[in-house]
């Protein structure tokens, strides 16, 4: 069954630094995600991305953070500058329709912690 | 905006007993509601979800849930747990006028004791 791959699992960064999260989703899939939870607290949503642009994206996608899919397969996470309080797990998802009720595939998540 | 709230955050069970995982809503315009299961290391995995119609859904391994409009709830049950269903089980909803986005609550972690 295809499914939605993240690397790495574990990412550790200077606060500062700026780290690339990836993500590779299923193949045929157009609509891609990004949420993240805290230690402890909610998964929350981030970004939504199609056609190339961000479709949606919370409060918390500030501009520190950007989305990009740079070739056919990959869609990445940038954080510019970390912060500490930006250490959680990040979720990449995908789906294959948007506006309706799709499933959103979610995959294993990318630990990162900022020190 | 959407809120959801499942008030259990853990649940504690012995093998064979039925659960039930609680789950309320809130929400200005109507959802479609998601119960996701997480397991030790592993991604969100969909167990079933609620578009329209009837209001009680059969999702995977055995679980269903029922939409109740009037309590705004979408509670997780299954008559009969195993060992392994213990994970961690996220109930979800998305606004049904337009996007995907999903809004969370903060997880019940299903405990299954021999």
């Known amino acids: 069954e295809p499914e939605v791959t993240q690397t790495p699992s574990h990412q550790v960064t200077q606060m500062g630094q700026e780290v690339i999260l990836r993500c590779v989703p299923i193949?045929?899939?157009?609509?891609f995600y990004w949420y993240r939870q805290i230690l402890g607290q909610k998964v929350e949503f981030l970004v939504s991305?199609?056609?190339?642009?961000?479709?949606?994206k919370s409060e918390i996608f500030d501009d520190q953070f950007s989305v990009e899919r740079p070739d056919g397969s990959n869609f990445t996470l940038k954080i510019r500058s970390t912060k500490l309080e930006d250490s959680a797990m990040y979720f990449c998802?995908?789906?294959?329709?948007?506006?309706?009720?799709?499933?959103?595939?979610f995959g294993p998540g990318t630990r990162l912690t900022v020190l | 905006a959407q809120s959801v709230t499942q008030l259990d955050s853990q649940v504690p069970v012995f093998e064979e007993a039925p659960v039930e995982l609680r789950c309320n809503y809130s929400?200005?315009?109507?959802?479609?509601l998601f119960w996701y299961v997480q397991y030790p290391n592993q991604g969100l995995q969909l167990l079933l979800k609620?578009?329209?119609?009837?209001?009680l859904v059969k999702g995977i391994n055995g679980f269903e849930a029922e939409f109740n409009k009037s309590q705004t709830s979408f509670h997780l049950r299954k008559p009969s747990v195993h060992i392994s269903d213990t994970a961690e089980y996220f109930c979800?909803?998305?606004?049904?006028?337009?996007?995907?986005?999903?809004?969370f609550g903060g997880g019940t972690r299903l405990m299954v004791k021999p």
């Open positions: 998802a995908s789906s294959d329709s948007v506006g309706g009720p799709d499933t959103q595939y």
């Open positions: 193949s045929n899939h157009l609509y």
């Open positions: 991305f199609y056609n190339n642009e961000i479709s949606e």
């Open positions: 929400s200005s315009v109507s959802v479609y």
């Open positions: 609620y578009l329209s119609g009837s209001t």
């Open positions: 979800a909803v998305s606004p049904n006028n337009a996007g995907n986005m999903l809004t």
